[in-house]
């Protein structure tokens, strides 16, 4: 029972750390560019929600509210690429993984300017409570929180697949000089890309909200979901769902039996341990190019 | 706008250019020997601790300016350069040897860690690297017998040559300590960049492929500069410890090794004068700022304005001056000297094109 239990909390956890890491997969497929700043996003997305849904602020009805969030999130995101990442566009990672890391710092400074820094609870109807069952206690938003994540996954997975606009983001990602050639805009659609990373960002910042409290430091989760990416093979888009699957259910079984001290280090090290033995990850995208 | 007249091969790689920079140079020394005349200690505090960014930061722009490698794990190294230090400190071994001994310490562990990790390219190196540093503050933590975990250490006095050096009884013997180390790694930054493996350095960032071709082994440099980097990051992480007074996990935290990522980049990557003027605006950034907000009136510490303001700096930076403050000055020196012959384009990078890093 106390295996289910933890297992349960570990993946709802997982899904969260899944969604960020989706996040920074859609941006690395289609822009080669890493976004640091991912977990920030989510912050703020769960905050932007906050600030529409809860009644000290605007206090809209959270349905009425959520098509708002995600239109805001993702106007924020295409303007962050117009203003910030287009002048990048083309150069070294360097100077993309320091502009989003300063990008997060930003971003956290300005939420808790604007929201303060202090633990706040979102008033999400994902926050159900907890079921018995048997000796077993289910926290509900546990459940909805994975649901929602596979469907997203799911959805996203099609979109890459299937769409016009899903094969041409891929196909900006591999050559974008190439994709030029083949008459994709693509300094549009890395803008489309980042529209829908801080939409996903924005459904992570709920669901993460939904779990529990929210401050402005919720961004450095933003680290494990790297993990998460990583471990998955970055450019994978189950492969990040599933790494923050793994590193979701690690956490809690590590921090029950593993000293204390050691249970932080756990994700870490698997980071670190796949990095050295598979270093392109579980579901690895790189292939040798035949020439 | 000087010429030289070159009669000699090795007028291409002097150390100075030719007298003038030299001489500018030596004044430079004279006034940095003189400061301590000039500013009363709270100020020359301010100044050492300016040196001791520079030092750090010098370790991480031989791998980030020169060799191209981003690394977000330098404070595990400069972690790892302050506890060595101070242990060995702490079991009599006199300061110069223990000071020295640390930076071969981190140097030795930080090549031994690239050896793995530089198989890793760009995004994955910076991830490995960013998950070290957190690993390290954890570690830390656990290693309680010997780093006394979050309790942290006080810093013992330093013992040059049976002379004791305290920063609040002595701080102008404390500069002129960080002077001599900044002397040191500065000159041998300097020489090394002349040398081949400097050359192989640059070839490296520049383009590994025809690194290659010339016949640079590329893992071997970039192991080679991994180490020497950590090893000056060691250096300066055990004077920024020692000079802190007290220290614990927190102080070496990942956080630090972002500021110093960041404090290069505003500098100017790939310049060593960038090392120094980063130095300057991420020491008198946070004074600047309380003078500022006490200005305003509003007397509480706002937080996270700290990082929060740099970040707004080094976005401002990236879009308009990637070549950091060194690279402004340069350009405006450019302008000064070709008057009026100077022309807006003379800097432009050429236009690149990215190709997927998943297909090699």
């Known amino acids: 029972m106390e295996v289910l239990q933890l297992l349960i909390s570990g993946l709802a956890n997982g899904c969260v750390y899944g969604l960020i890491a989706l996040g920074f997969v859609l941006i690395y497929k289609a822009t080669e560019a890493v976004n640091f700043a991912q977990g920030d996003f989510m912050m703020l997305g769960a905050f932007v929600t906050l600030g529409l849904v809860n009644p000290e602020y605007a206090g809209i009805p959270f349905w009425l509210a959520l098509p708002l969030v995600f239109v805001i999130m993702g106007v924020l995101g295409y303007l962050l690429d117009i203003v910030v990442l287009r002048a990048v566009f083309g150069q070294s990672q360097v100077a993309v993984i320091i502009v989003t890391i300063a990008l997060g710092f930003v971003i956290r400074f300005a939420v808790g300017e604007i929201w303060g820094h202090e633990p706040q609870s979102l008033r999400s109807p994902l926050a159900l409570g907890d079921v018995r069952i048997g000796e077993l206690v289910l926290g509900l938003a546990d459940i909805a929180v994975i649901i929602v994540t596979l469907i997203m996954t799911f959805l996203l997975w099609q979109f890459f697949q299937r769409t016009k606009m899903g094969l041409a983001m891929q196909a900006a990602s591999q050559n974008q000089m190439a994709a030029y050639y083949m008459g994709i805009p693509v300094k549009r659609i890395q803008g489309m890309v980042w529209a829908l990373a801080g939409i996903v960002a924005a459904v992570a910042g709920i669901l993460y909200a939904s779990k529990g409290a929210l401050d402005p430091t919720a961004g450095f989760i933003g680290i494990k979901a790297f993990a998460a990416a990583v471990i998955g093979g970055f450019g994978s888009l189950p492969g990040a769902l599933l790494g923050g699957l793994i590193v979701g259910v690690i956490e809690p079984f590590a921090s029950r039996y593993l000293p204390p001290g050691w249970s932080q280090i756990a994700p870490y090290a698997l980071l670190i341990a796949v990095l050295l033995f598979r270093p392109h990850g579980l579901f690895a995208q790189v292939r040798a190019k035949k020439v | ?360």
């Open chain 2, 1 to 360: 706008m000087r010429f030289h007249f070159k009669t000699d091969y090795d007028q291409d790689i002097r150390l100075f250019e030719d007298g003038w920079t030299f001489s500018l140079y030596a004044a430079l020394l004279v006034l940095a020997l003189a400061l301590p005349l000039m500013i009363d200690p709270f100020f020359l505090g301010e100044a050492t601790n300016v040196l001791i960014w520079a030092i750090a930061g010098l370790g991480l722009m031989l791998l980030t300016g020169q060799t191209g490698q981003v690394s977000l794990g330098h404070s595990a190294f400069m972690a790892l350069g302050c506890y060595s230090c101070v242990l060995m400190m702490e079991a009599n071994v006199p300061f110069v040897v223990a000071f020295l001994l640390a930076g071969v310490i981190t140097g030795v562990v930080g090549a031994l860690i690239a050896i793995p990790a530089l198989k890793l390219h760009g995004v994955y190196l910076a991830i490995a690297t960013l998950a070290l540093a957190i690993l390290a503050d954890d570690i830390i933590v656990l290693l309680k017998e010997w780093t006394d975990g979050v309790n942290g250490k006080m810093s013992p006095p330093i013992d040059l040559f049976g002379y004791e050096i305290s920063r609040w009884n002595n701080p102008i013997e404390w500069y002129y300590l960080t002077l001599a180390v900044v002397l040191m790694v500065t000159l041998f930054y300097r020489n090394l960049l002349r040398a081949p493996l400097g050359r192989a350095f640059a070839a490296v960032r520049d383009s590994e492929i025809s690194a290659q071709a010339m016949g640079v082994n590329v893992a071997q440099t970039k192991t080679i500069a991994f180490g020497i980097s950590c090893a000056i990051t060691g250096l300066g992480g055990a004077l920024m410890g020692l000079f802190a007074g007290a220290f614990n996990n927190e102080t070496f935290n990942f956080l630090l090794s972002i500021q110093l990522l960041m404090m290069i980049v505003v500098g100017g990557l790939g310049f060593i004068h960038g090392a120094f003027l980063g130095a300057v605006v991420i020491a008198f950034l946070p004074q600047v700022l309380s003078m500022t907000t006490d200005l305003f009136g509003r007397g509480v510490a706002i937080p996270g304005l700290e990082s929060g303001v740099f970040g707004v700096i080094l976005i401002l930076f990236i879009l308009f001056e990637p070549m950091g403050l060194y690279g402004r000055w340069l350009k405006i020196r450019t302008f000064l000297e070709l008057f009026p012959f100077a022309r807006k384009d003379m800097f432009k990078r050429q236009k690149s094109y990215l190709k997927t890093e998943r297909l090699r």
